[in-house]
């Protein structure tokens, strides 16, 4: 059983691997693929005729976990537990679910402290004790003196606590704060000093400024949630045979309802920001980007006969002295060439993942009079940039760039998963009456009848492409369709979302003046 370390808003691991908010799904599966031995009986889920319309799901069916990434950009956005009873669950180190600690309600609030009440319930505990809410300040003379300098000498937190109790709390530079139960360290998720409020006995709940979600109780389907920022729990009450007991208008505009003793998490879910239904999936952090290079978004630039070459936005963590967490994003442009030399292309991009040397060229058979061309002494060769989602031709006599390929990285394609995702913007000369010199973009997310629309007219029949890893070996995705336009080649799946797109031309001089392009 996996024993794991919940960090809100952030990510859920062990010392071994982390599955963080905002990496992406290539990172996310080679995790899974260097512990196959433990974290077995993984599914791929995903929609085969609408990829968009829904997120790509990783289901850890023998662990409980679901790892959902955005459709379109292929980051991590959530990450569910929908099977406690499959995996160990810890805070700051302390367990609060495991096969001898039940997730209770009371668990909860023990490992986890206070959230914001809600427009509907408000938690009670096991005694059937109502949890009240009202506005309070603390005292100046119960803050530290160093507190006292960034100015907030009147305190707004929120605290979730019964008359009686006595909570320690911590409270940052920025006023927001967590619950320090005793004998635990608190982690934070925010680059400010944390600093130390003493125990203080509480006697009701201090409004937050900027408040997570507050809880929420479906009493159609008898589920309540409890919300922190960047976590959710989920109680399912429909298998009690009391009904809960919920007062819509308990007190100061709250609801009220009364959780059944033992009432245990069904889910629980890791999200960025305050909302699961509103969240996005996070910037890629710096940690994810382990040496590599991202591209942001790839233009294809024209000109009057077709494509000239690639302008790519680049991020990468910047390097220099100091520690991880001062390192920034790094953002830079690069522009490359057909006709660029290798060692231009390196000096652009740096070197490629892998170097692919071709064997045979299976699409001469199109060419005009291929029983007339001198068989090669040597081979034609690919830079393979994986995490660009770019692959670069070279020429093997002059060492020049010939082709480029865009890789979409759709789910059900036969290339899934070697490549990131290539975000490409091509320009698209329409050639319809009336229409002389306009074009129109194609992106990643085009559809080829979206294109064929555009263009005013049909492509040619397109060549079926069969791809096998052996001549014995059949592909479960079956064939492709490739269509040839404006010095294009465009890969189209069955579903007909473009599965890659082949650039190619006239070689160009290789001499362009960059010393403009470097930061």
């Excluded at 203080?200 to 919300?227: I, K």
């Excluded at 057909?338 to 058979?365: A, N, R, T, W």
Aim: charge should be neutral; hydrophobic fraction near 35%; include cysteine.
């Amino acid at each position: 059983m996996l024993d794991l370390e919940v960090v809100p808003e952030r990510s859920l691991g062990n010392e071994q691997w982390e599955f963080t908010l905002g990496m992406p799904l290539a990172q996310a599966v080679a995790i899974l693929q260097k512990h196959c031995r433990i974290i077995k009986n993984v599914q791929v889920l995903y929609s085969e005729q609408s990829p968009l319309s829904h997120d790509l799901i990783l289901n850890l069916t023998q662990d409980g976990i679901k790892l959902m990434f955005d459709a379109f950009n292929q980051r991590l956005k959530v990450i569910e537990v929908c099977d406690l009873t499959k995996v160990k669950l810890k805070y700051c180190g302390v367990h609060f679910n495991s096969q001898a600690i039940a997730p209770t309600i009371e668990q909860i609030d023990q490992s986890f402290g206070a959230t914001h009440p809600g427009g509907k319930p408000s938690p009670s505990d096991s005694s059937g004790h109502q949890w009240q809410f009202i506005a309070i300040n603390l005292p100046g003379s119960a803050i530290p003196p160093h507190f006292l300098e960034s100015g907030s000498h009147r305190i707004v937190g929120l605290v979730l606590g019964c008359e009686g109790n006595i909570l320690p709390l911590v409270f940052n530079l920025v006023g927001q704060f967590r619950n320090k139960p005793q004998g635990r360290c608190c982690q934070s998720l925010l680059p400010a000093r944390l600093v130390y409020v003493s125990h203080f006995r509480c006697q009701s709940t201090m409004l937050f400024s900027s408040p997570p979600p507050p809880t929420v109780y479906n009493s159609a389907e008898q589920l309540f949630h409890l919300n922190f920022r960047g976590l959710s729990f989920s109680f399912q009450l429909d298998s009690w045979t009391e009904a809960p007991k919920y007062e819509p208008n308990f007190a100061h505009g709250l609801a009220s309802l009364q959780i059944p003793h033992g009432a245990t998490v069904k889910r629980m879910y890791i999200y960025s920001g305050n909302s699961l239904q509103d969240t996005k999936a996070p910037m890629m952090p710096l940690s994810c980007f382990l040496g590599n290079v991202y591209a942001e978004s790839v233009d294809v630039l024209r000109d009057g006969t077709g494509p000239a070459g690639l302008r790519l936005r680049l991020l990468a963590a910047g390097c220099g002295p100091g520690l991880l967490a001062d390192a920034k994003m790094r953002v830079f442009e690069r522009s490359v060439y057909f006709g660029d030399s290798c060692q231009d292309v390196l000096s652009m991009l740096g070197s490629p993942h892998k170097v692919f040397y071709k064997s045979e060229d299976k699409m001469k058979i199109h060419s005009p009079s291929p029983h007339k061309q001198v068989p090669s002494k040597c081979n034609d060769y690919f830079f393979n940039y994986f995490t660009l989602g770019v692959d670069i031709l070279f020429d093997a006599n002059t060492h020049k760039v010939k082709k480029f390929v865009l890789h979409t990285n759709y789910p059900g394609h036969y290339n899934f998963n070697i490549y990131h995702r290539c975000e490409f913007k091509i320009p698209l000369a329409i050639k319809k009456e009336n229409a002389d010199g306009q074009t129109e973009t194609c992106t990643t997310y085009s559809k080829w009848d979206n294109i064929q629309e555009l263009l005013g007219h049909p492509v040619e029949k397109p060549v079926v492409l069969h791809r096998s890893s052996s001549p014995n070996n059949t592909n479960p995705f079956g064939s492709t369709f490739c269509f040839g336009l404006q010095r294009m080649i465009f890969e189209v799946m069955q579903n007909n979302h473009i599965a890659s797109v082949t650039l190619y031309g006239p070689p160009r001089p290789g001499s362009h003046l960059r010393t403009a392009e470097l930061p």
